[in-house]
């Protein structure tokens, strides 16, 4: 694919460096860098360095890993936006409310990624914090934000988007997820079941702007052992739409100031 004049590809392979570790590969060499990220080792070796000397990166001379500093990247962004300072409290109170985890995400490329949560004591098997990502096709957030999507976008997410059957319930055609999103349109909510891993259930509902357009989502995830798709439509489902609503004033207020 052609570039325009003013690509820097260099800095593309440094942030593709930083992508390279993650929580399964939270220690790698110089050569998994190298393969990783389709460099030769000399160039890996070079952004490493860099990095390195940066402070976004250490070594112990074998293995290379991401350092504390690497935090301000996602942090400039976050304190950029007024969505997570204005949802965090009430998340706080949704969560005191139904006594299970609550989360917002917003759509990035082709993922959702956490921008903020308030967790419960009960521990799940999916680790998530606040950058987690998960493909938005799979998880309610995604879905209610896939849902809010111009029809050409969801088109062209719909075009590319490799959907996988992460669990046998998942939903990874095409067509059916675009007779989902359908659904998730009229009713103005999603509930996943089981989806994106064996025993976890969600239901989300989309944050909107002023002018209406689909910005973000919360949500609430609950073990399926302590509710069914009914208990959470009936219990969890009002709060949860309180909250969002909750947010949207506040983000109006916000954006007036």
Known sequence: MPREPYYVQSLERGLAVIRAFDAQHAE???????????????AA?????????LGYVRTDGRLFSLAPRVLELGYSYLSSISLPEVAEPHLERLV??????????????????????VPTSRIMR???SVGTRFPAYATSMGRVILAGLPAAELEAYLGRAKLEALTDRTIHTADALRAELAQVRRQGHSIVDQELEEGLRAIAAPIRDRSGTVTGAVNVSIHAARATVDDIRERILPPLLAAAAAIEADLKIAARR
């Open 126 to 128: 999916v680790a998530i």
């Open 28 to 42: 790698l060499t110089l050569s998994d860098v190298a393969r990783v990220c389709g460099l030769t080792r000399a």
């Open 96 to 117: 005191a409310e139904v006594r299970e985890s609550s989360s917002m995400s917003v759509l990035d490329g082709d993922d959702i990624v956490y921008v903020a949560r």
């Open 45 to 53: 070796r070079r952004f490493l360095l860099t990095l390195t000397d």
